[in-house]
Structures are given as C-alpha cells and as structure tokens.
C-alpha cells in the first residue's frame, strides 16, 4: 500500500492543457505500475493512461491518445499527466493508482491497491 496525493486540476478552456501530478509517500512508488483514470458525473470510472514501473511502457485509451501524456520521476516519486487539447467530454474527477502487477497490458481495474483522492478537471467551452 501507498499513499498517493493528486494534484493540478483545475478549469481550462476547450482546447487548453493542464499537468496533474501524483505523489507517492513510499520509495516503493518505483516498483509500482502506475495508473490515471477519471470519471464524470453518473458515469462509471474508466481508465485514461498507465505506465510501468520502469517508465518504458505506457498504454492509453483511444480517447486521449495523441493528446495526453503519461510519465514518471521515480527519484522523485512522483507520476504525471500531461493533458493538451483539452476537451469538454474530458471534464471528470481524475484519479491516481498504484498496483504492483508488471504487465501495464492487462492490469483490470481491481488490480490497483492504492488511490489517490481524486483532482477536478473542468474543461468549458
């Protein structure tokens, strides 16, 4: 298990970034397999981007591909979300998660241990 804090959210423009972070409190950050995922009001949580431990793999889904991007800095450790393009349908709490399954390919979501307590991304038009 291990703490994870969320941070960067806010309200953009349709079309405008933002960079959410997420804080670990344990060094065991870098053996996790790390994951965003998001959910809108009265929808379910879906899944947004992973990246594994070592930062060399990462997996996005179709709806922001090309356009988010996933990174790490296990010295620091901490994890990233690099939004551009934003749009309005990306509007959703955005969540942190930590499992300690190496294959970033089939991880489910009851796989991950740990959450964070979620950041707000408002995009307007």
């Known amino acids: 298990q291990v703490q994870l804090v969320e941070s960067g959210g806010g309200l953009v423009q349709a079309g405008g970034s933002l960079r959410l972070s997420c804080a670990a409190s344990s060094r065991a950050f870098s053996s996790y397999s790390m994951g965003w995922f998001r959910q809108a009001p009265g929808k379910e949580r879906e899944f947004v981007a992973i990246?594994?431990?070592?930062?060399?793999?990462?997996y996005y889904a179709d709806s922001v591909k090309g356009r988010f991007t996933i990174s790490r800095d296990n010295a620091k450790n901490t994890m990233y979300l690099q939004m551009n393009s934003l749009k309005t349908e990306d509007t959703a709490v955005y969540y942190c998660a930590a499992s300690s399954r190496t294959n970033i390919y089939t991880i489910g979501l009851n796989s991950f241990h740990s959450w964070g307590q979620g950041t707000q991304v408002t995009v307007s038009s």
């Open positions: 990246i594994a431990w070592s930062g060399d793999s990462t």
